[in-house]
C-alpha cells in the first residue's frame, strides 16, 4: 500500500513537487517559529534545580539605567544561603528589541570561572584574557554573528577590545555576550569605577531562592539604590516583555503555515481523487474495500506531508543553526537556538496535518459510486 | 443451458455456477424509472463460455456488473456458485469479488504507473499471501498469457494486445471461478482480438473459468459456447 501510494506521488512529479515545496515552505516558517518559543520558554520557563538571582536596580529595566555600588557585593556575601556572587556590568548597542544586539560583560577577571565553571575556551585562552586589561572573551554564537575571531580588534558601543577567546558554554546567554574586565568597561563605557549593572547570585539550594531575594531586597530597601532580586528565569520574563509579545504574535504566524499547509495538501490529495475516480473504481472492482482505497488516499497525503514537512523541517533547523540568530532586549539576549524536540514537533506535525488533509479527500474517494466512476471519461 | 425471459425460474442446471430468477435492475434518473434490465432469468454452467449481445443500451453491461457484484439488483435473484449476491452487504461483496471474480475491461484499465507484475499483483495484495507466494502466483498468471518477457514492463511500454494480456493475467491471478469480460476486444486490431478470444477460450476449456463475456463483435461471441441476444433489458434469443 505504502509503495503504490508513493509511486501514485511520484506520478505527478511536477504536482507533487510544488505541493511538498509549498509544504515545505509552511514548515520552514512554522520550524522557526516553534523554535523561537522553544528558546524563550527555555530561558523565561523556572526549574526546580534554578538557583540564580539577578539583583537589580528597582524600576530599572535597561542595563544603562540600572546603576547599583560594587560595594553592595560584599553586603550580599554575608547574606545566609548565597554559595557564590558576581557583579556585572553590562553595555549594549540597543536596549530595545533587536536581531543584532552586542551585550559586554564586565566581570572581575579572577571571579568569571569560580562563578561560572562551564565556561569552555574553544579558542585562544583564558590566560590571555586575565592577562589584557581590554581583552574580551567573546560567545560562540556571538562570535559567529560577527564573524570575529581570536586575535580580532573590534569595537561596539564606544567599547574597543581584543579577542582573547572564543569560549561556548551551556548557558544561552553565555554564548551571545562578550566578557570583558569589569573595571576596563566601567571606564570604557562611562559609568565609573564602582558601579556595577547587577549582581548574579547563586545560592545553596532552589528552595532558598525566595528567602535570599527577599533578604537583598530588605537589606537595601532603604539605601540610596534600592533593589529588586528575582530568580534569573522571572528576571528575563519581566524585564524582556518586549521581545516576549513579539514572540508571542509569532504564534499566530506558526499558526498561519500550519492553516497553509493544512489547505494545501488537502487541495493536492482532492486533486489527485479527483484525477484518479476511474482508476480508484478498477481497484474498488478489483476487490479493493473502502477502506482500503481510503488508506491508500490517506498514506498518499501523509507521504506529501511528511517528505514535504521534513524538506522544510530540517532546512529551517539548519538555517537557524548556521544563521545563530539572537533577539536582543534590555541587555538580555535570546538565541534562537533549534533543538531535537523542534525537529520531532514540526515531523510529527507534518504528519497529523497530512493525515487531517487527506481525510475528507479519502472519504470522497471511498464513497464514489463504482459503477458510475467506471463509466467517466 | 438455458436463457429465458420474464418466465419462471428455469429447473436448475445439474452443475450451473449461476443462477438469474426474475433479476431486474431500474434506476431514477430526473422524472423517468429507466430499466436496463427487466425480470431476467439464466442459468450458466460451471466452465462455460458465454457471449451477451445486444444494441447499446440493451442492458448487458449491466447485466455482467450484477453477475460480477459491481452492481446491485433492484429485484429478483442472482446466485453465484450458491451465494445469493443481494444479501450480502457492500463490504462482504467486495470481499466476494476479491475471491470469486476476475474482471476484464475492454480499455484494460492498468495502472499506468506499475509494471505489468505489479498490476497483476494487485487483486493478491487482497490475499493473505506471503511476498515469495504472490510473486510466483503472478509469474504464473503472466506465464500463462505468454508474457513472461515482459513482466517489468510499464502499460505505456506495451502494444494493446499485451496490455490485454495483462488485464486477463491480473484477472486470473488469483484463481476466481468466475470472469467477467466487457468488450474485451474491442479496443484490439483483429490479429490481436484473435489471439486475446483465443485466450478466452482456452481459460474456459483448459483451465475451466466461467466466462461471460459482452461484446459487438459476431466473430468474438462465434469462440463462446453460447451466445445471447438482449434487447432492452430482456432476452430475445438463444444461440448455441
Known amino acids: 500500500m505504502l509503495s503504490l501510494a508513493l509511486k501514485n506521488i511520484f506520478r505527478y512529479r511536477l504536482r507533487s513537487s510544488l505541493t511538498m515545496a509549498g509544504v515545505a515552505t509552511g514548515m520552514f516558517l512554522f520550524t522557526t517559529v516553534e523554535t523561537m518559543q522553544q528558546s524563550l520558554a527555555r530561558v523565561t520557563r523556572s526549574e526546580a534545580d534554578d538557583t540564580t538571582l539577578i539583583v537589580y536596580r528597582e524600576n530599572r529595566f535597561c542595563p544603562s539605567t540600572s546603576r547599583l555600588p560594587e560595594y553592595y557585593l560584599s553586603s550580599i556575601e554575608k547574606i545566609e544561603g548565597v554559595r557564590r556572587v558576581i557583579p556585572i556590568q553590562i553595555a549594549v548597542n540597543n536596549c530595545g528589541a533587536s536581531l543584532d544586539v552586542i551585550t559586554f560583560r564586565g566581570v572581575p577577571p579572577e571571579n568569571l570561572l569560580k562563578y561560572n565553571p562551564d565556561l569552555e575556551v574553544v579558542d585562544g585562552s583564558f590566560k590571555n584574557w586575565t592577562s589584557r586589561s581590554d581583552a574580551a572573551l567573546v560567545g560562540q554564537t556571538f562570535a559567529q554573528r560577527r564573524n570575529l575571531q581570536t586575535g580580532d580588534q573590534f569595537e561596539a558601543v564606544g567599547v574597543n577590545v581584543y579577542v582573547a577567546g572564543i569560549i561556548k558554554s551551556n548557558e544561552a546567554q553565555d554564548n551571545n555576550v562578550a566578557y570583558v574586565h569589569l573595571p576596563f568597561l566601567q571606564?570604557?563605557?562611562?559609568?565609573?569605577?564602582?558601579?556595577?549593572?547587577?549582581?548574579?547570585?547563586?545560592?545553596?539550594?532552589?528552595?532558598?531562592?525566595?528567602?535570599?531575594?527577599?533578604?537583598?531586597?530588605?537589606?537595601?530597601?532603604?539605601?540610596?539604590?534600592?533593589?529588586?532580586?528575582?530568580p534569573e528565569k522571572a528576571f528575563f520574563a519581566e524585564t524582556a516583555k518586549q521581545m516576549i509579545e513579539l514572540i508571542g504574535f509569532t504564534h499566530w504566524l506558526g499558526l498561519g503555515a500550519v492553516a497553509a499547509v493544512l489547505g494545501l495538501v488537502a487541495n493536492a490529495v482532492l486533486l489527485i481523487v479527483r484525477g484518479r475516480i476511474k482508476e480508484t473504481a478498477v481497484l474498488q472492482t478489483l476487490g479493493f474495500s473502502r477502506f482500503r482505497i481510503a488508506c491508500l488516499i490517506t498514506c498518499e497525503g501523509l507521504l506529501l506531508g511528511l517528505l514535504g514537512g521534513a524538506v522544510g523541517v530540517v532546512s529551517a533547523i539548519l538555517f537557524l543553526h548556521w544563521q545563530s540568530f539572537t533577539l536582543g532586549n534590555e541587555g538580555l539576549t535570546l538565541a534562537i537556538t533549534p533543538s531535537i524536540t523542534v525537529l520531532f514537533n514540526g515531523l510529527l506535525v507534518a504528519l497529523i496535518l497530512g493525515f487531517t488533509a487527506s481525510l475528507y479527500p479519502a472519504w470522497r474517494a471511498s464513497r464514489q459510486p463504482l459503477v458510475e466512476s467506471l463509466n467517466t471519461g | 443451458m438455458s436463457g429465458t425471459n420474464k418466465s419462471q425460474p428455469a429447473d436448475p442446471m445439474p452443475d450451473s455456477l449461476i443462477q438469474i430468477r426474475n433479476l431486474t435492475k431500474s434506476f431514477t434518473k430526473g422524472q423517468s424509472v429507466i430499466t436496463p434490465l427487466d425480470s431476467l432469468s439464466l442459468e450458466v454452467s460451471r466452465g462455460e463460455f458465454l457471449a451477451l449481445m445486444g444494441p447499446s443500451g440493451s442492458g448487458k453491461t449491466t447485466l455482467l456488473n450484477l453477475i460480477a457484484g459491481i452492481d446491485t439488483a433492484s429485484s429478483g435473484e442472482l446466485l453465484v456458485d450458491s451465494q445469493n449476491l443481494g444479501s450480502l452487504s457492500r463490504a462482504r461483496l467486495t470481499k466476494w469479488r476479491s475471491l470469486n471474480v476476475g474482471y476484464i475491461f475492454q480499455l484494460y484499465h492498468l495502472v499506468p504507473i506499475l509494471s505489468a507484475f505489479e498490476n497483476v499483483e494487485l487483486p493478491l495484495l487482497l490475499q493473505p499471501l506471503t511476498r515469495s507466494e504472490r510473486r510466483a502466483q503472478v509469474e504464473a498468471a503472466l506465464d500463462l498469457v505468454g508474457l513472461s518477457d515482459r513482466i517489468h514492463h510499464r502499460p505505456a511500454e506495451l502494444s494493446g494486445g499485451q496490455e490485454q494480456r495483462v488485464a486477463i493475467a491480473r484477472a486470473i491471478v488469483h484463481d476466481p471461478k468466475l470472469l467477467v469480460a466487457d468488450e474485451p476486444t474491442g479496443d484490439l486490431d483483429g490479429e490481436s482480438a484473435s489471439s486475446i478470444l483465443e485466450l478466452l477460450r482456452s481459460l474456459s476449456r483448459d483451465h475451466q473459468k466461467t466466462i461471460v463475456m459482452v461484446t459487438h463483435d459476431p466473430r468474438a461471441a462465434a469462440v463462446a459456447d453460447r451466445s445471447l441476444h438482449l434487447e432492452k433489458g430482456q432476452l430475445v434469443n438463444t444461440a448455441g
Open chain 1, 187 to 230: 571606564q570604557a563605557s562611562k559609568v565609573g569605577l564602582g558601579t556595577v549593572t547587577q549582581f548574579n547570585v547563586k545560592v545553596e539550594s532552589a528552595e532558598l531562592l525566595d528567602a535570599v531575594a527577599t533578604k537583598i531586597d530588605t537589606t537595601f530597601r532603604s539605601d540610596s539604590q534600592p533593589t529588586v532580586t528575582r
